[in-house]
């Protein structure tokens, strides 16, 4: 393959990425205040957020604290262009680890209690959500014969009617990832809670908003892992990408944060689970 | 220089050094004999690479008296075994060696016939090579670094007479005897070579002399003569079987008699690279000086073990004891990682990712494919590299802190900056994309998903185990970063600093040229081997029929998402802001906040281990019984087919 449209595409992705990231959160914001019976703020509300943030004066309680929050946001997105880039999947999640790491390891060299139990947390998420998706690339491989993002591309099928339960794990692991409830364990979404704001406690003004802009790019990226279950047109797997994103918006408004043995059960159980399940019933099958 | 005195050289001069120390009391003298001495050993490995390299496998088949001598040291070390037996009053020791001393007269007089020629008896090709560099270079590198740990350990200890000469003299014996054995092809040498790696273990672990010393040197000792007595049995089979008892027939026979032999040898393995469930004998190594940790964790022994697995791989190729082998390395490689989050001791998390690393090695062996194969050879370099060092930076960390409790590592960058950063290096080389290890990780993850059926497994349990290293270096390596800044001084000891350092810009350089390192090192090995290439190198990239891994763009990529933040924060010149504590902070001292009464009140942060889920207490005797099952399985599995 030549790389001239997937650097095109990659670069586009890269710059509309936040615009996307953005209202998304902002669609989400509008729909918990509606399932909450409340207005809810605009749309566009996100970026209003985002530029105050970044007026902030900065407050740092750790010089490490902030070398790795930029290691986070600039391996994000380094994950994120080698996705749209067409590249193997698993580089793309170890890098995507590589990030999450970085998150981790900020909130670790802050020495604060809270920031340190919000990134034993966040790693135990990890633990929670990087085996499904593993196994999903693996899983991926079964249906196309490569591990890229180009070989789900090259295939003549979608892959939702082949991999419909490693579909429902990778569910599970978006969850997490996007640290809604029941599995928002690492940070909780209201400061006035027992964790406060877990890793970010430590983070304000610009870092934070810099925070915010990674989980932009980290959103637009899973969905865009959603959709690779159907791209035969790729508009379906669009469409399936965000009702999955409105399923988790509905789970986070019904559902309690559970404990952390409670979604590493979960996760492992239902995702491994339903992946090896998906799996061994193809080969059975097919 | 010819190939046998290089030969020769490799495996005699560690040898001649070695008894040299035995006259040396003083540290001044050991570093003049040992610096030239290791170096000479480098070059040595080097100058045989580029000989072997271009020209191919290299053989050599010593006078015929050499067999005998062997033969007679055989028995020497098992009487000496005999005698470690009933003077420490060990059943075990005592029982395993008594089978021994009746199982190694019937094999060798009753089945062998007394005297078998075998041609050649060393067999030295591009995997060979590959382990003898390992050897020669990062065990060399970790003598020198114990030149400078000794005294400084003796120093500590309080000794009235020095112990260093013996010390000396079982840990140099160490790198010769581990040469000639990646060298053997003659399975009465390659049992000699591991008969006296067992001994020189056994001293080493014993060196301290205390009671716990003394203990666990007895256990790696029992265990380790689990695996020679399975590897007497193998190669009293192979001959019976299929009248060789060369390595290179039998693995290229392609005879399915071979298969119990090889099982067995699979076995002998598993021991000496202290799988599940005989890990507990490399956990226990700990006690001895650190220096030892390195040598067996990354260069010496438990490589050995790998060694004799991933090179009897093509010999069981599509067969039944390759799955069995993959989901036996591949379920360790799971259980010694979880086990790992619940360990507070630096030394023990480091023991079970080397117990894990290992594991996924005999997965690659067991996957047996050419990328798995390729996968396993990468992971044996990179492994001894990073590990060595990680080994080494905690022992200087230990010396000087005086403690190895991952919680009193705590925010040591103020105190020891440049041990920190080296270690933080090391541990990101273990863990994550682009670095080495991982790059083997993604290839054997890659190589076990595209086999079917049963290989599910295999690949459930490396995604797991893969998820848990995460966790377990992460939240070390988090803690390390930032500190209370302290006025201190931090010595740094030329040797220890200067091997350490030169291991770290290994782990990283290797790295980053990865690509040339397959074609120069791990594509021979390969060929020599019987397997195809595993990679298409074009543009130094690195392309396999259904995946693709670009080392050099992504080392560009992520050096600059990590260094170039760090740089930044580096400069970053403004007053720290205290932590927020829910509550008003006192001025002053970190940590400590208004309390509700208007007393201060400290905080205090501390890791998390979660041991109720990933205790030794709950996860050992699972992993052990579980482990059993599976060699069982493993065994019975080729005696039943």
């Known amino acids: 393959m030549t790389l001239t449209w997937p650097i095109i595409i990659a670069v586009a992705a890269v710059l509309l990425a936040p615009l996307v990231g953005g209202l998304l959160r902002g669609l989400d914001r509008k729909l918990t205040a509606r399932m909450q019976g409340r207005l809810g703020p605009p749309l566009t509300q996100p970026f209003y957020d985002f530029g105050k943030l970044v007026g902030k004066s ?229 | 220089m010819s190939g046998e005195l290089l030969v020769s050289l490799l495996v005699l001069l560690p040898v001649a050094v070695a008894v040299c120390c035995l006259a040396l009391r003083n540290a001044a003298a050991q570093k003049v004999l040992l610096l030239p001495a290791m170096v000479l050993l480098m070059v040595a490995a080097a100058a045989l690479a580029l000989r072997v390299l271009p020209e191919g496998p290299f053989a050599l088949t010593p006078a015929a008296v050499w067999d005998n001598i062997v033969a007679v040291l055989d028995y020497v070390i098992l009487a000496y075994f005999l005698y470690i037996g009933v003077t420490s009053r060990n059943g075990l020791v005592l029982g395993l060696a008594v089978v021994l001393a009746v199982l190694l007269p019937v094999v060798q007089f009753g089945v062998l016939g007394g005297h078998v020629a075998v041609s050649p008896v060393f067999h030295i090709d591009a995997l060979a090579i590959v382990m003898c560099l390992v050897i020669s270079v990062v065990g060399s590198l970790i003598v020198l670094y114990a030149t400078d740990y000794m005294p400084a350990h003796e120093a500590h200890l309080k000794l009235e007479r020095t112990r260093q000469p013996q010390f000396f003299f079982w840990f140099v014996l160490f790198l010769g005897v581990m040469n000639g054995l990646v060298f053997a092809n003659s399975l009465l040498w390659l049992f000699f070579f591991w008969e006296v790696t067992t001994l020189c273990c056994y001293h080493l672990i014993r060196h301290n002399l205390t009671d716990e010393a003394r203990e666990n040197a007895l256990r790696a000792l029992w265990m380790n003569l689990v695996g020679s007595v399975a590897m007497v049995a193998g190669i009293g089979l192979a001959y019976n079987n299929a009248g060789t008892i060369s390595i290179q027939e039998l693995v290229t026979g392609g005879s399915a008699l071979v298969l119990l032999p090889l099982a067995l040898f699979c076995l002998t393995g598993f021991t000496k690279a202290a799988q599940a469930p005989f890990q507990s004998w490399l956990l226990g190594a700990m006690v001895a000086p650190t220096p030892v940790s390195a040598l067996l964790h990354s260069s010496t022994m438990v490589k050995a073990g790998v060694y004799l697995v991933l090179r009897l791989a093509p010999g069981y190729a599509d067969t039944s004891l390759s799955l069995l082998v993959a989901i036996f390395g591949a379920f360790v490689f799971m259980v010694t990682s979880l086990l790992a989050i619940g360990q507070n001791i630096s030394k023990r998390v480091l023991a079970y990712s080397t117990i894990a690393n290992l594991g996924l090695i005999v997965c690659c062996a067991g996957i047996n494919t050419d990328l798995a194969i390729a996968a396993g050879i990468a992971l044996i370099i990179f492994h001894a590299v990073s590990k060595g060092m990680l080994f080494m930076a905690v022992g200087v960390a230990e010396q000087q802190i005086g403690s190895r409790d991952i919680e009193d590592l705590d925010g040591l960058a103020a105190r020891r900056p440049v041990l920190t950063i080296a270690a933080v290096i090391g541990m990101l080389s273990m863990l994550f994309l682009p670095f080495g290890v991982a790059f083997a990780k993604w290839a054997a993850i890659e190589a076990a998903g595209a086999q079917a059926g049963w290989f599910i497994a295999v690949v459930t349990f490396l995604a797991v185990g893969s998820a848990a290293t995460l966790v377990f270096w992460s939240k070390w390596l988090g803690r390390m970063l930032s500190g209370p800044v302290v006025e201190t001084k931090e010595p740094k000891p030329f040797l220890a600093y200067g091997t350490i350092l030169l291991l770290v810009s290994g782990a990283v350089g290797l790295s980053i040229f990865v690509t040339p390192l397959i074609t120069v090192l791990i594509q021979p090995a390969l060929s020599g081997m019987g397997y195809d290439q595993a990679f298409d190198v074009a543009g130094w990239h690195l392309r396999t029929t259904f995946g693709f891994f670009p080392p050099w763009a992504l080392f560009l990529a992520v050096a600059a998402a990590v260094l170039l933040p760090a740089l930044a924060a580096r400069g970053y010149r403004k007053e720290l802001d205290p932590v927020y504590l829910c509550g008003v902070n006192v001025d002053g001292p970190e940590l400590w906040f208004t309390g509700i009464a208007g007393e201060p009140v400290q905080a205090t942060t501390g890791g998390a281990y979660w041991t109720q889920l990933f205790g030794e207490a709950r996860l050992t005797p699972l992993s052990n019984w579980s482990a059993l099952v599976l060699l069982v399985a493993l065994l019975a599995g080729v005696i039943l087919r």
């Open chain 1, 58 to 286: 900065r407050s740092v309680s750790s010089r490490a604290s902030i070398a790795w929050v930029w290691s986070y946001f600039l391996l994000t997105l380094t994950a994120f262009a080698l996705f749209f880039l067409g590249q193997d999947l698993l580089v793309v999640f170890f890098i995507l680890a590589f990030a999450g790491g970085a998150l981790a390891f900020g909130a670790l060299s802050a020495r604060s209690p809270y920031a340190r139990f919000g990134a034993n947390r966040e790693l135990l998420q990890m633990l929670s959500y990087e085996p499904i998706l593993l196994l999903a690339a693996v899983a991926i491989y079964f249906q196309t014969g490569g591990f890229t993002v180009y070989s789900v591309f090259e295939a003549n099928q979608p892959l939702l009617p082949f991999l419909p339960l490693v579909f429902v794990a990778v569910l599970v692991a978006l969850g997490i990832k996007m640290r809604k409830s029941p599995f928002d364990i690492a940070a909780s979404e209201h400061a006035h809670q027992e964790l406060v704001r877990g890793v970010y406690t430590e983070y304000s003004g610009p870092h934070l908003a810099l925070i915010e802009l990674t989980h932009w790019y980290e959103l637009v990226l899973l969905m865009a892992f959603l959709a690779l279950f159907w791209v035969q047109p790729l508009w379906v797997g669009v469409l399936i990408a965000f009702a999955a994103y409105f399923l988790e918006l509905w789970i986070d408004n019904i559902a309690a944060r559970l404990r952390w043995s409670w979604m590493l059960g979960a996760s492992w159980g239902v995702g491994i689970g339903f992946i090896v399940a998906n799996l061994v019933l193809l080969s059975v099958l097919l």
